[in-house]
Nanobody, 126 residues
Framework: QVLLTESGGGLATPGESLTLTCVVD????????MGWFRQAPGKEREFVAG????????DYLPSVKGRFTISTDNIKNIMSLRMNNLNRADTAVYYC???????????????????WGQGIQVTVAP
């Protein structure tokens, strides 16, 4: 059983930055494919950023590419999402997701992830 715990959300004004952190408990992060998803009110959950095991492959939602950076720390067993130049469209509940993986590959669909964090609110407003 893998437990994921997000932190670092909150309120930001447009143009500001926030960093989300996902603490992984129950497995080594090097064994996991990891992802960040978000869900805004009235919308479906969408892929934001993901990393295959060992960060061999990384990809982003086009609207966040160049502004968001996903990273993992194998020592601390955490995943982070640095979000720069936030805008109102980034307002959502953000979720950390993980699944065990043998061969590195990127997972874009939420149903393919086995473990989820509880979600954390990010609100971008003037």
């Amino acid at each position: 059983q893998v437990l994921l715990t997000e932190s670092g959300g909150g309120l930001a004004t447009p143009g500001e930055s926030l960093t989300l952190t996902c603490v992984v408990d129950g497995d080594e992060i090097v064994n996991l494919a990891m992802g960040w998803f978000r869900q805004a009110p009235g919308k479906e959950r969408e892929f934001v950023a993901g990393a295959s095991r060992n960060e061999h492959i990384i990809d982003y939602l086009p609207s966040v590419k160049g502004r968001f950076t996903i990273s993992t720390d194998n020592i601390k067993n955490i995943m982070s999402l640095r979000m720069n130049n936030l805008n109102r469209a980034d307002t959502a509940v953000y979720y950390c997701a993980a699944r065990p993986q043998n061969q590195p590959s990127l997972i874009y669909t939420s149903v393919a992830y086995e473990y989820w964090g509880q979600g954390i609110q990010v609100t971008v407003a003037p």
